[in-house]
């Protein structure tokens, strides 16, 4: 009676120009009923011009637990962003 | 399962502009407004996980899948988020009921897009819960071993027409009610779905509406059969709200976790002051003769519902209970061998690529 079908991860493009969007998930025993399931649930209201489907296992995730430690090295570059940088008056096209 | 905005056919508007719908809207724009505030990082090597938890919660942002929760927290997730799937799915048979003999071509196709939307709101919100632990086998098992309990209202029988009809406005409309509070649900895939599903069903409470509306306009008869609809779902409707708040066990701590924003007994006031004026605009009579205006409170006074059928019915003996759950079951017996079948050709599929690519 149970059901072993795998769980895969939605994402749908909107439309044209927009990139695919992680929209949830669905369990399916193989990419091509992935797709068609995705279809029916994600898009019934024409949500999307394209469905990517991936086996939720595939997916490597960065852990909580460490999401400090693993995100602090980009916290003390502001020099990556342009507001760090003075521009003296008057000049254009900056 | 349900939900709406409660517009209707000739304007019969509830409140504000945009109404329940627009307040769907607003909840979404808060969520991405929080997650564009939300700078603060996981918690530090040495901070306490509880009182991280808890900070996370009161500045409104989102509790997500991987991050440290209460035991309780995750629970009560489970067991709410669960059972409002449950709902979705036996919802399907009520409704479903009148498939095959809806008044005109036009009816059925739009009554089988409804009935099709409730499977993939049970499908969205199965999804959510299995983000907490759980896995879809044990959450259908829970069910069809009866250890879950669905929404009581789907175990009322659908005895007519205009039941369809009054399912959509007054069960459709009670849970929106409850529903788009949810939509700002401290934890984010729950959050999500329920705008999700708030937003797709924005034509199933009009759907209802204007069923009542045609059949109240209709013929004698089709006025008598309108009214009894009306009847007979009333009560039962505003028993959907859960129990007075007396004798609500889980929503004080639902509260403060930020699951729940409001109580059964307001969310009840709420749905009687919309539902009265579009009962005027139907023509038909809301079954309660203490229901009056109460200028003082600012809120219709109104006759309770009978909370010990409500709880007769939540423990297994309404009118439907036993069907309903024999079709479940038998629905999923007889689905085994497409399951197994469409496992046995993706095994073979990847049998026979692995071939190729050896």
């Known amino acids: 009676m149970t059901d072993h079908s795998p769980l895969w991860e939605v994402f749908v493009r909107a439309r044209r120009g927009l990139s695919h969007t992680h929209v949830g998930s669905l369990h399916a025993p193989d990419a091509e009923l992935a797709l068609r399931n995705a279809r029916d649930l994600y898009t019934r209201r024409q949500e999307g011009v394209s469905i990517w489907v991936v086996p939720a296992g595939a997916i490597t995730a960065s852990s909580p637990d460490e999401k400090d430690a693993f995100f602090d090295p980009a916290a003390d570059k502001v020099y990556r962003h342009p507001t760090f940088y003075e521009v003296p008056d008057g000049v254009a096209h900056l | ?358």
């Open chain 2, 1 to 358: 399962m349900y939900g709406n905005d409660f517009s209707a056919p000739d304007g019969a508007t509830d409140e504000a502009p945009g109404g329940l719908l627009g307040e769907v809207e607003a909840a979404e724009a808060e969520l991405r407004a929080a997650a564009a505030r939300g700078r603060r990082g996981g918690p530090a090597p040495d901070e306490d996980l509880a009182a991280y938890f808890a900070e996370v919660v009161d500045a409104e942002q989102k509790i997500e899948p991987r991050d440290w929760m209460p035991d309780a927290y995750r629970r009560t997730l489970i067991r709410q988020i669960a059972q409002h799937a449950h709902s979705e799915i036996i919802g399907m048979q009520p409704e479903g009921n009148w498939i095959s003999r809806a008044p005109s071509l036009k009816r059925k196709a739009i009554l089988l897009a409804k009935v099709q939307d409730e499977a993939g709101h049970g499908l969205y919100l199965y999804a959510a819960a299995e983000t907490l632990g759980i896995s879809r086998d044990e959450l259908v098992q829970l069910l069809l071993d009866g250890r879950q309990k669905y929404s009581s209202i789907f175990n009322y029988p659908t005895l007519s027409w205009a039941d369809v009809g009054a399912i959509g406005w007054l069960v459709d409309g009670a849970a929106i009610v409850n529903q788009v509070p949810l939509c700002r649900c401290s934890y984010g895939p729950y959050a999500r779905a329920m705008i999700r599903v708030c937003k797709e069903e924005s034509f199933h409470q009009r759907q209802g509406y204007e069923i009542l509306h045609t059949l109240a306009h209709g013929t004698p008869a089709q006025q008598a059969m309108a009214q009894d609809a009306v009847d007979r779902w009333w009560y039962p409707s505003l028993a959907m709200f859960g129990p007075p708040d007396g004798d609500s066990t889980h929503s004080a701590q639902s509260m403060a976790w930020k699951i729940k924003r409001f109580s059964n007994d307001d969310l009840r006031q709420r749905f009687v002051d919309m539902c009265v004026q579009q009962a005027e605009i139907l023509g038909l009579r809301i079954p309660d003769a203490d229901l009056r205006w109460n200028d003082e409170r600012q809120a219709y006074d109104y006759t309770q519902p009978d909370y010990d059928e409500l709880m007769q019915v939540i423990s297994g003996d309404g009118p439907c209970n036993r069907e309903r759950m024999a079709h479940r079951r038998a629905a999923h017996a007889d689905g085994s061998w497409v399951r197994e079948a469409a496992a046995a050709y993706a095994a073979k599929r990847a049998e026979q690529r692995e071939k190729v690519a050896a």
